[in-house]
Nanobody, 124 residues
Framework: QVQLVESGGGLVQAGGSLRLSCAASGRTFSSNVMGWFRQAPGKEREFVAV????????SYADSVKDRFTISRDNVKNTVYLQMNSLKPEDTAVYYC?????????????????WGQGTQVTVSS
């Protein structure tokens, strides 16, 4: 397993941008599929984005497509989530997750390692 630490959350006005980072420790990072999930108060954790282990394949939830971009740097052992055109409904705790498989995953149960989360709040 890898250990994951998210950063970059904060308070931003609607229409603004934030860049989340997730630093991973462990030699197996480059062979892990990485994902971002989020959980708003009173709601289930939901899939946001996923990236393949080499970074050539990405997939997004419909609600964030064309606004968010997931990327990774396997030298720095870091995965990123660039969030643009933020909306109040994007307010949530954002979690980074790792999956020890070459196949993409879209459900929380597909991922075995999780970070502690970082709060993103978008004001209207």
């Amino acid at each position: 397993q890898v250990q994951l630490v998210e950063s970059g959350g904060g308070l931003v006005q609607a229409g603004g941008s934030l860049r989340l980072s997730c630093a991973a420790s462990g030699r197996t990072f480059s062979s892990n599929v990485m994902g971002w999930f989020r959980q708003a108060p009173g709601k289930e954790r939901e899939f946001v984005a996923v990236i393949s282990w080499r970074g050539e394949i990405t997939s997004y939830a419909d609600s964030v497509k064309d606004r968010f971009t997931i990327s990774r740097d396997n030298v720095k052992n870091t995965v990123y989530l660039q969030m643009n055109s933020l909306k109040p409904e994007d307010t949530a705790v954002y979690y980074c997750a790792a999956r020890q498989s070459y196949g993409l995953g879209y459900a929380s149960a597909d991922f075995g390692s999780w970070g502690q989360g970082t709060q993103v709040t978008v004001s209207s």
